[in-house]
């Protein structure tokens, strides 16, 4: 697999809603989101974002291009832990042009996104836009009460209060 970046990513989608009745809106939520962020360095080899528009077609688009994606009409569902509502509401358009539009998730939504998979490169991912944007652990921790209280009752939400609380420690330099 080969690396992806945004103006290759846009360039396959420019070609798809070229040559496809669909329009595309996608909220941008991995690697490539970081890219948008600023975060040239972050290389990445998919595409993962929250679609709407008609998403068995654009997979398979994807594929026939091998270029790996993790598409879904619903992030907050890919995970017990719901994102904090409103979150399409509070993203901003990347790039406008016709019928494809990619936006990104407001950077407090888009560290909440990689608290609940809270892996080493989620954590890495979310310091780098902690750090970008100069976010306060206390609108990070506002957002995760949120996600919480739109959330499952759930097992799943004691870890995700442990990685919270150990990101803010990581951020705070404790």
């Known amino acids: 697999m080969s690396?992806?970046?945004l103006e290759s990513l846009k360039a396959l989608l420019k070609e798809y809603v070229t040559h496809e009745p669909h329009s595309i809106d996608?909220?941008?939520v991995g690697g490539l989101a970081l890219q948008a962020y600023g975060v040239h360095e972050r290389v990445t080899v998919d595409v993962d974002g929250e679609l709407v528009g008609d998403l068995?077609?654009?997979l398979e688009f994807l594929?026939?291009?091998q270029v790996p994606a993790d598409l879904g009409e619903n992030i907050s569902g890919w995970s017990v832990v719901a994102m904090a509502p409103g979150y399409r509401d509070r993203t901003s358009v990347w790039h406008e042009?016709?019928?494809?539009?990619?936006r990104l998730l407001h950077p407090v939504d888009f560290v909440i996104a990689k608290l609940r998979r809270g892996t080493e490169q989620d954590l890495d991912?979310?310091?780098e836009v902690v750090n970008r944007f100069h976010l306060s652990f206390a609108d990070i921790q506002v957002a995760a009460d949120s996600a919480i209280q739109a959330s499952p009752k759930d097992t799943a939400l004691l870890t995700f209060r442990k990685i919270v609380q150990v990101f803010g420690q990581r951020i705070s330099g404790c």
């Open 56 to 58: 068995e077609s654009l």
């Open 26 to 28: 996608l909220i941008l």
């Open 125 to 127: 991912d979310a310091q």
């Open 63 to 65: 594929r026939a291009r």
């Open 97 to 102: 042009d016709g019928s494809l539009r990619i």
């Open 3 to 5: 690396a992806i970046n």
